[in-house]
T-cell receptor, first 114, second 113 residues
Framework: NAGVMQNPRHLVRRRGQEARLRCSPM?????VYWYRQLPEEGLKFMVY????????ESGMPKERFSAEFPKEGPSILRIQQVVRGDSAAYFC????????????FGQGTRLTVV | QQQVKQSPQSLIVQKGGISIINCAYE??????FPWYQQFPGKGPALLIA?????SEKKEGRFTISFNKSAKQFSLHIMDSQPGDSATYFC????????????FGAGTQVVVTP
């Protein structure tokens, strides 16, 4: 049973380009969460999604960031017109349902904006 | 605003010693307190977790102590081993805001041989 799969592991983008980060949850998991980790800091919640629904996006910046979790395929975190401050590790986690207390994290995508 | 404050930022302990990491929170609605372990280049992995109806939970060499009145909880790593060298994050959650963990800033633990 594969764990949470994120790709790419490393992503380099020039300022102004778009970044697309993908997350495939664990088999049987329908809840996905995205977190951002800045250097020397803890993880900050960004967004919580279920299939085809955004449940809580209170941690998402209002501009340039969007997330989706389609009926088929991975969850996508999209950052448009990236800036240097977007450089961070982005982690995805998944859980089976709301009664399951454990969230499993992927290995993260390290985004570097040059 | 950091809802969960974690200390120390870093810790060096000798093999066989005890590592102690402390966390404090303000929101009394939090009802689930996990600790995550993260190795370089990896995602956080759940280590141990506690709910506020118990004051202590032990799993192997790892113990969580929970003080509800003080709104504090701590992780004790007994008989620390070099393989325990990692960054440890405390977190807190209200189960009606599922998935929205509030993480501490992390403690980098180095266990020397």
């Amino acid at each position: 049973n594969a764990g949470v799969m994120q790709n790419p592991r490393h992503l380099v983008r020039r300022r102004g380009q778009e970044a697309r980060l993908r997350c495939s949850p664990m088999k049987g998991h329908s809840h996905v969460y995205w977190y951002r980790q800045l250097p020397e800091e803890g993880l900050k919640f960004m967004v919580y999604l279920q299939k085809e629904n955004i449940i809580d996006e209170s941690g998402m910046p209002k501009e340039r960031f969007s997330a989706e979790f389609p009926k088929e395929g991975p969850s996508i975190l999209r950052i448009q017109q990236v800036v240097r401050g977007d450089s961070a590790a982005y982690f995805c986690a998944s859980s089976r349902d709301l009664t399951n207390t454990e969230a499993f994290f992927g290995q993260g995508t390290r985004l570097t904006v040059v | 605003q950091q809802q969960v404050k974690q200390s120390p930022q870093s810790l060096i302990v000798q093999k066989g010693g005890i590592s102690i990491i402390n966390c404090a929170y303000e929101n009394t609605a939090f009802d689930y307190f996990p600790w995550y372990q993260q190795f370089p280049g990896k995602g956080p992995a759940l280590l141990i977790a506690i709910r506020p109806d118990v004051s202590e939970k032990k799993e192997g060499r790892f113990t969580i102590s929970f003080n509800k009145s003080a709104k504090q909880f701590s992780l004790h790593i007994m008989d620390s081993q070099p393989g325990d060298s990692a960054t440890y994050f405390c977190a807190a959650l209200t189960t009606d805001s599922w998935g929205k963990f509030q993480f501490g800033a992390g403690t980098q633990v180095v266990v020397t041989p």
